[in-house]
């Protein structure tokens, strides 16, 4: 049991029924940001095992949506709206937090009845303590103090945020029992499995645009000896190649400047993990750039070009599936390129089938990835497929991760009582 290993609470613990549960999940997906559709309900999906165990309970949801700032930072309408069509019961949405009329619908409730709360991100105490490794500063925000005395149990089932402190992931542990969801479970109990010590050789792909929680993870993981080797791609791929010093040129770096705000202290980083890794860390030998509105495929020395990168080119990808195949455990974090467009989703696809192909345990994360998984059908060949893409890579890294502090801080306070266990 995954509760014990980890000494957490678990669902099972308790008898919830006629309780009022606060529930965190983590359904933040990728938008459209004209439209406001929701691309890929993998994570709404996921949580439902976790609210049909509450049937008897009522149900207030809590959720983010995104980063301030970005194009699909936006309200839980559409999420309340998705997840009511996918488990057949109506999921209200409230437009606010802890506010009056947000507190008067909880007292209201019945047994059965769900609202989901507004974006957690809307609020600027989540933003502003971010990171906060104080618990109290969490635990006297206005948000968890407003909402505290109005639930019985939190039910933390946000594995894909559990590498963050914020108030609405770490503040009600010591005010009332906080237990681990249906998400949680799994995720602890199947990621578990990479730490087995006969595993090796260990590579972690990372790609995507999250290029904060890739460097960090990518250095703690070798700092530790937790991979063997880093397989570079996507926008991390562009940071290892400036970390070489190759220079990207103008197409590349305008997206930099607009997607990773101060990229250059990651290249600075990157530099000096070549510096000490250097036969660790697989950079890109070749690039897809988009040209003319078509792909070509240029190599490094041919870099800098106007054209922005777009994808790993043939010949990384094949050095990189030869990776896969002598692999015992391989990670994958987000696309290795921009997959959306047919002609740039070639690395992400052949990098993906392989993974799906091989005989190693194969965990993939990132928001995107499920998307891919499920257009190419090869969703079952993956041992695991995390709901979590910084927080996924972030566990493998054995970090220390404070939605997860927080459950098992909850455990030690509250199994005494004044809430008894059932067993
Ligand atoms: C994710 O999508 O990885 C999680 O929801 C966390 O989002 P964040 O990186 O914006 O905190």
Redesign the pocket.
Known sequence: MPGKQWDIFTLDDFNLDGRTVLVRV?I?SPIDPISGRILDDYRIRSHLSTIRDLERCKVVILA?Q??PGKNDYTTLNAHAMRMSQLLGKRVEYLDGLFHGHVRRKIRSMKPGDKILLENTRFYAEEIAL?GEKDRSKHENTHIVQRLAPMIDFFVHD?F??AH?AQPTLVGFSELVPNLAGRVMQKELEDMGKAFQPDLSPKIAMLGGV?VD?SIDVAEHMLEKGHMDRILTMGVVGHIFLMAKGIELGKGSMDFLQKEVPRYERYVKRASSMLDRWGDKIKVPTDVAVLNDERRDVITDEELPVDAPIMDIGIETIVTYSQEIENAELVVVNGPAGAFEYEEFSIGTTELFRTVAHSDAYSIIG??HSTAVLEKLDISHSIDHIST????CINFLAGRTMPGIEALKRSKRIFKRGPFQARR
């Open positions: 983590d933040n983010h995104s980063r971010k946000a894909a945020t963050r999250k929680d990132g928001g979590g893409g910084g927080s």
